[in-house]
């Protein structure tokens, strides 16, 4: 992150310069090397520092903690303070660590929005650009590629990402991945029953029944006949299904 962007002259701090500009042998070291990476280790450490024992004991401080930090980040969004094209990620990074340890303390309903929000926002983190590409290609196909530089296109992008991440995640992540493990469940059943009421015959007239649901003991009677001592005669063994 920091010895290898130096050793090509990328930026440290400008994410599009270091994106655009630099001449790397590998262009996948664009992406790991890119100093937008320091925005998810902000989030990291902001993490490692609510699961601490740091906790603030006072309700008044922690409220006033939150709404300060709420504020800065708020102002620094549109009249940026922090310089460089990692201003805005960083200063949110600090409102979240801010916040959170105050919640310690004190109780912060979020709103149900802002909850949906955050439980869709990883599919909407993966998903965004290829919805913004996609609507670029609608434009240009309506003829209206001169809308997507104005400000009318940016709620119409956020909603088609909000709603593309909604869709994913709700028949995807959900309704999908239920499917799947509905599947699974009935060809484990289908499998164990194969083994129900399973009759076990072994030279010297002994007989093994495995009346039970589940494959893995009929199994197991299986493997205790076959670690018999060489004196147990099991040699001529024979199993119907009944």
């Known amino acids: 992150m920091v010895a290898v962007p130096l050793a090509y002259h990328a930026s440290l701090t400008d994410v599009f310069q270091s994106y655009a500009t630099t001449d790397y042998p590998v262009e996948y070291l664009k992406l790991a090397t890119n100093p937008f990476i320091w925005e998810f280790v902000a989030g990291g450490v902001a993490g490692l520092i609510y699961h601490s024992a740091l906790r603030i004991e006072s309700a ?19 009249d940026p303070f922090v310089s460089g094209a990692l201003g805005v990620g960083l200063v949110f990074a600090m409102m979240i660590t801010a916040v959170s340890v105050a919640s310690k303390t004190i109780e912060i309903r979020a709103p149900r929005m802002l909850s949906y929000l955050g439980d869709i926002s990883y599919t909407l983190y993966l998903e965004h650009l290829a919805i913004i590409y996609a609507l670029q290609a609608v434009y240009g ?32 992540e959900h309704d999908f991945l239920r499917l799947v493990f509905w599947i699974w469940k009935q060809l484990r059943r289908n499998s164990s029953e194969q083994f129900r009421g399973l009759s076990l015959e072994v030279a010297g007239g002994i007989t093994l029944t495995d009346d039970c649901d589940s494959s893995s003991k009929g199994a197991g009677e299986i493997n205790r006949l076959s670690r018999q001592p060489p004196g147990r005669s099991h040699d001529a063994l024979t199993y119907t299904n009944s």
């Open 60 to 78: 008044v401080l922690c409220s006033a903690l939150a709404r300060a930090a709420i504020a800065l980040a708020i102002w620094n969004t549109f």
């Open 141 to 172: 196909f309506l003829g209206l590629k001169a809308q997507l530089s104005t400000f009318a296109n940016i709620p119409v992008t956020v909603a088609a990402c909000i709603l593309a991440a909604a869709l994913s995640s709700r028949f995807l």
